[in-house]
């Protein structure tokens, strides 16, 4: 199983703000979904074998760890998607990781915590600018890639991540999260991980 972590520091934890129908004011969760998109859809199917996680930090109930499996199941295209992630923010329980959707769960947890979970059985990656070339990197399966939006990730955290994760680059220049996403796949599709 493949892991993307997409963190964000605006995107709201209230599924009031997605009815409104702007997803840029709701934190850039459009920026979100264009990265899920790019971390699970193909052609006319679906990868299976990645779980989504999105780690918001927005207001007004900080911080929420939503993780998506897509299945046959959850039956998604990608109109569904901010739907889903409002139903999901919706449907939060205090104290409890609540399964709400097939393979769709949420749970109030911040990003260090998730990534450390992750940590115990899998290889964990963080996409950095100025990190080692994806190319040059020995992959394992089951591994597990964190990004953040266009702020990046909170500097607290970062400190403390580097010493869990390895730093890597898929290139010289800024890429959207989507962009990045979607190189990461394709290097692990010829690795056939």
């Keep these: 199983m493949k892991h993307f972590i997409y963190f964000s520091k605006s995107a709201t934890t209230s599924g009031k703000a997605l009815s409104q129908g702007n997803l840029m004011k ?29 780690v918001f930090y927005g207001m007004p109930d900080p911080p929420k760890h939503i993780e998506i499996r897509v299945t046959e199941k959850l039956g998604l295209n990608k ?39 992750l940590a115990e059985n899998s290889q964990v990656f963080l996409l950095d600018k100025k990190g080692k070339n994806i190319r040059n990197v020995k992959i394992s399966k089951n591994p597990v890639f964190i990004l953040g939006d266009q702020d990046g990730l909170p500097k607290k955290e970062l400190k403390r991540l580097k010493k869990i994760v390895v730093p890597v680059s898929v290139g010289s220049k800024m890429y959207f999260s989507s962009q990045v996403i979607a190189v990461i796949n394709n290097e692990l599709d010829f690795r056939g991980i």
Excluded: M, T, W
């Design 26 to 54: 709701a934190g850039r969760i459009d920026i979100a979904i264009h990265s899920f998109i790019q971390g699970v859809f193909l052609s006319h199917d679906f990868r299976e074998d990645v779980k989504f996680h999105f």
């Design 79 to 117: 109109r569904d998607i901010a739907k889903i992630i409002q139903k999901l923010l919706y449907k939060y329980k205090p104290g409890e990781k609540n399964e709400v959707l097939p393979g769709c769960f949420i749970e109030k947890k911040p990003l260090l915590y998730v990534v450390e979970e």
